[in-house]
Nanobody, 122 residues
Framework: QVQLVESGGGLVQAGASLRLSCAASGGPFSNYGLGWFRQAPGTERKFVAGVWWSGGSTYYADSVKGRFTISRDIAKNLMYLQMNSLKPEDTAVYFC???????????????WGQGTQVTVSS
């Protein structure tokens, strides 16, 4: 079965950078899309960024375009989210996820990690 484990969250000041990692197992992922979602307290989970594992096409929510970059290391089964110029409104639990047949922008993904907390102070 597919398993996803996020890491790299933490507490940072506004304007700082963080890189989140997602370790994926249970592949191959050649036919999968992988993505990042986030959920702030009291809100719905929202799409942040996604990448097709084989083709490498990337997609971003408007709120993070120009600040966040999604990438993957196919040989290591790792996916990353480089987050720059962080804002307090980026504070959320960040989840990595994988979709076998769904839209890259979700929300109908098939597999989910347990999340990693990102907190941005002002």
């Amino acid at each position: 079965q597919v398993q996803l484990v996020e890491s790299g969250g933490g507490l940072v000041q506004a304007g700082a950078s963080l890189r989140l990692s997602c370790a994926a197992s249970g592949g191959p992922f050649s036919n999968y899309g992988l993505g990042w979602f986030r959920q702030a307290p009291g809100t719905e989970r929202k799409f942040v960024a996604g990448v097709w594992w084989s083709g490498g096409s990337t997609y971003y929510a408007d709120s993070v375009k120009g600040r966040f970059t999604i990438s993957r290391d196919i040989a290591k089964n790792l996916m990353y989210l480089q987050m720059n110029s962080l804002k307090p409104e980026d504070t959320a639990v960040y989840f990595c996820a994988a979709t076998r047949h769904g839209s890259i922008r979700g929300p109908d993904y098939d597999y989910w990690g347990q999340g990693t907390q990102v907190t941005v102070s002002s």
